[in-house]
Structures are given as C-alpha cells and as structure tokens.
C-alpha cells in the first residue's frame, strides 16, 4: 500500500512558478511509476505528467509541455512538479498519481490506470 501526500500548492500570479511536491510512504515506491494529474472546476480529472521508474523517461500533455517538469528523487520517496509561466487556464486541484506498473507511459492513458492518488492541492493562477 502506498500513502501520497501533496504540498506546494498556492495562488500565483500569471506568469509565475510553483513547485509541488508528492511525499510516498512505502518501501515499493521507487519501482512505481508516478504522475500528476489535476481537475479544474467544471471539469474532469486530466492527465498532466508522468514519469517511470527511475524518472529517465517522462511523459507531459501537450498543454503543459515545455512549462511543467516531473521528476522525483526516490531516496526521498518524494515526487515533484515544477510548474513555470503558469497561465490561469492551469487553474485546478492538482493530484499526485502512482502506478505499480513502473513505466510512465500507462497514466498517458488517463486516471483509469492509476493506483494510489494523493488528497489534492490547490493551485491558483490570477490573471
């Protein structure tokens, strides 16, 4: 069983950075691939990012691509987004993800493939 804890989540201007971050409990989690994923108001759950294993291979919508970076440090057992030029449209309650599979490539797909999730953080872009 794996627990996934988010933090870093807050109000921000367009145009600025936050970085999340995912703390996992679990001696497993470094064989686990994670992600991202975030609902806005109105909408559903949508994938974000994702990354295997080791972290080497990554995987981001192409609405987030060359602005957001996944990554973790699994000494740590900890998950991170970097999210820069945030824009309001990125508005929503972001969600820290694991597969037991350890290839990133599965979340793609959408949250039906996903194990563990988070509680959620609050990420707000004012205009």
């Known amino acids: 069983q794996v627990q996934l804890v988010e933090s870093g989540g807050g109000l921000v201007q367009a145009g600025g950075s936050l970085k999340l971050s995912c703390v996992a409990s679990?001696?497993?989690?470094?064989?686990?691939?994670v992600g991202w994923f975030r609902r806005a108001p109105g909408k559903e759950r949508e994938f974000v990012a994702a990354?295997?294993?080791?972290?080497?291979?990554?995987y981001y919508a192409d609405s987030v691509k060359g602005r957001f970076t996944i990554s973790r440090d699994n000494a740590k057992n900890t998950v991170y987004l970097q999210m820069n030029s945030l824009k309001p449209e990125d508005t929503a309650v972001y969600y820290c993800a694991a597969d037991r599979r350890p290839f990133g490539n599965y979340m793609v797909r959408g949250s039906s493939e996903v194990d563990y999730w988070g509680q959620g953080t609050q990420v707000t872009v004012s205009s």
């Open positions: 679990g001696h497993t989690f470094s064989t686990y691939a």
């Open positions: 990354a295997g294993w080791s972290g080497g291979v990554t």
